[in-house]
């Protein structure tokens, strides 16, 4: 491992984080169902536009067999978590919501127990446990901010929409796994395909509940450069900036450094938000860094390399 390796994970990582941040800088003026719309079809139209180009799959008389498939994943993977995620990070401290999504090892696990009989290890149901207590030292002090919707128990709805959002998008794309592995469609093709769809459904639905309103979208040449930037890092980059970093590192070094994501939208908060520095913040994510290391490492290797 050299100094260029890791300032290549770590740089993605940073990159991939600014997203985030600057993504709660723009729901401060945009409803999360309506910029989840907005969002999702510009880059799913942009990922199509190149794929028509160079495939021949994105033709009607190709999609129509996957027609039902598709519309299911897309509701899973990006119409309900994308608008439970959005509005979770509207109304939290930005690197709170980050830290949350975090605990994704965990949930794909849980799912693979039930759905695949698949074990876990004693060291790993320690590491799960590490993890949430972490994640348990950052809620239970909960901000005004979070209870602005109300709580369940020591909950904020607004940490509940994060965890849900976050269940839910790794069964959607369990889902979509299957299509993936019947090669039909490239990861890059099926994202761009469920984030047109899933940005679809976010708009009509930002349109009953009157939610869907262009006079609210700043016409600053600064508001535009942030979304094309929201829009090309989270949505089209994003994908392979990670998918590039599990390809040419092992799983456990990259879930590792992904726990940087969260530290780095905590790093930016301050600088783009006006977000506090937080110590409890830090405890918090060692504890959780500690129980994903533990969980990941105690992994069986034929775990590890999927």
Not at 71 to 90: C, N, Q
């Amino acid at each position: 491992m050299t100094p260029f390796d890791l300032l290549y994970i770590f740089g993605g990582y940073a990159i991939f984080a600014s997203a985030t941040t600057l993504n709660k800088l723009i729901l401060f003026h945009l409803s999360p169902l309506f910029y989840v719309g907005i969002r999702m079809v510009a880059s799913g139209v942009l990922i199509i536009a190149y794929h028509l180009v160079k495939s021949s799959r994105m033709k009607v008389c190709y999609l129509l067999p996957d027609i039902k498939t598709l519309l299911l994943i897309s509701a899973f993977t990006t119409f309900i978590p994308s608008v439970l995620k959005a509005f979770a990070l509207k109304n939290l401290i930005s690197s709170k919501a980050t830290l949350i999504a975090s605990l994704d090892p965990f949930v794909t696990a849980i799912y693979a127990y039930f759905l695949w009989n698949e074990r876990m290890r004693p060291k790993q149901l320690i590491g799960m446990a590490i993890s949430f207590i972490g994640i348990a030292i950052l809620i239970w002090p909960t901000s005004p901010l979070d209870n602005q919707f109300g709580s369940i128990w020591i909950f904020s709805l607004a940490e509940i929409s994060a965890f849900v959002s976050m269940i839910i998008a790794r069964y959607g794309w369990i889902r979509a796994q299957t299509i993936i592995r019947s090669e039909r469609y490239t990861p890059s093709e099926l994202n761009g395909l469920i984030m047109l769809i899933g940005g679809s459904y976010a708009l009509i639905t930002s349109a009953f509940t009157g939610e869907f309103n262009l006079s609210s979208i700043p016409m600053t040449w600064n508001f535009w450069l942030v979304f094309l930037y929201s829009v090309t890092i989270a949505n089209i980059l994003g994908y392979s900036i990670y998918g590039s970093l599990l390809k040419k590192y092992p799983i456990t070094l990259t879930s590792l450094c992904g726990m940087s994501i969260p530290l780095f939208v905590h790093l930016y908060g301050p600088l783009v938000l006006g977000e506090p520095l937080s110590a409890l913040f830090f405890v918090s994510l060692a504890f959780v860094a500690l129980g994903i290391f533990l969980f990941v490492k105690n992994k069986p290797a034929k775990a590890l390399a999927v």
